[in-house]
């Protein structure tokens, strides 16, 4: 069970007081901004215990949303794609990640058409999967797939299941040939040809897990799919992320993981 990508860094960015305002699709309680910190910074101890060197950007205390760095940009390789994300109070995240890509990635292109989300893109080892969803359209889709045209991926535009935010809310790749996915999107048709472990019913909120090296990260507090993926051979390692989830974050969009 390989890995898919083997990652050599993360970019995080850390969370800020203004995090209480992210967004979030149902009304509720805020985040607790001295909560997320501790947890962001277990985060990044369990990708840094998962062997990469995590680098940290600077905070953006005018963007609540700028912790999940996932949807700004997107690293295939030693090339950068700077996004459009489609929330109207997330674009500034957009400019404010050029400098930090410029720095690190061989070519950094960005995506000048229409909207597109990190959070809607899945890359395996041989493909790249954009969902369609309330944040990003068939115009983003687009000029992301022009973007990747140099890396060779196959590229397949797929639909996000209505009411879920982000294509990956609800799956993750976790080795060469297996995805991990809700029933509700594993039943769209878009796995096919791959393995799909099914999340167990209840636990939805825990498909948004990453694989990372030789470790499958998921939320704490999902029995059942902890035991599913440990009988399955994965080395399972959990940490908290309940104060992302108050609005609608996860694991895999706290980090842009990098093999470059
Ligand atoms: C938002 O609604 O944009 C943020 N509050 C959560 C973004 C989570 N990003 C992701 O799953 N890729």
């Known amino acids: 069970m390989l890995s898919p990508i083997r990652f050599r860094q993360a ?7 203004s995090v ?15 909560r997320f910190a501790d947890e962001h910074a277990a985060y990044v101890a369990v990708l840094q ?9 600077a905070e ?21 794609v700077v996004l459009r994300p489609g929330a109207p109070s997330r674009s500034g995240e957009a400019d404010a990640i050029v400098a930090d890509l410029e720095a690190r990635f061989s070519k950094v292109t960005r995506v000048t058409e229409g909207f597109v989300d990190g959070g809607d893109i899945l890359v395996t080892a041989d493909e790249v999967l954009i969902g369609l969803s309330a944040r990003t359209d068939r115009a983003g889709a687009g000029a992301l797939m022009s973007a990747l045209a140099s ?20 799956c993750a790749i976790v080795d060469e040939r297996t995805i991990f996915s809700t029933a509700r999107l594993a ?32 939320r704490t507090g999902f029995p059942a799919t902890e035991r599913l993926l440990t009988e399955a051979g994965y080395d399972v390692v959990t940490t908290d992320a309940d104060e992302a989830a108050r609005i609608d974050g996860g694991l895999s969009c706290m980090s842009l993981r990098c093999s470059w």
């Open 60 to 80: 953006l205390p005018d963007h609540p949303d700028a912790v999940f760095v996932e949807d700004a940009a997107l690293c295939v390789g030693s090339l950068a």
């Open 187 to 218: 039943a769209s048709g878009c796995f096919e040809g791959y393995d799909v472990v099914v999340c167990p019913t209840g636990e939805e909120a825990a498909a948004n897990l990453i694989r990372v090296n030789d470790v499958v990260v998921m």
């Open 151 to 170: 890396t060779g991926l196959a590229i397949r535009i797929v639909e996000t299941p209505s009411d879920v935010l982000h294509f990956k809310t609800d």
């Open 20 to 34: 209480v305002d992210g967004l979030r699709a149902i009304d509720g309680p805020d985040p607790d901004f001295a």
């Open 49 to 57: 215990a998962a062997g990469l060197m995590v680098e940290v950007m």
């Open 11 to 17: 970019l995080v960015r850390p969370p800020t007081p």
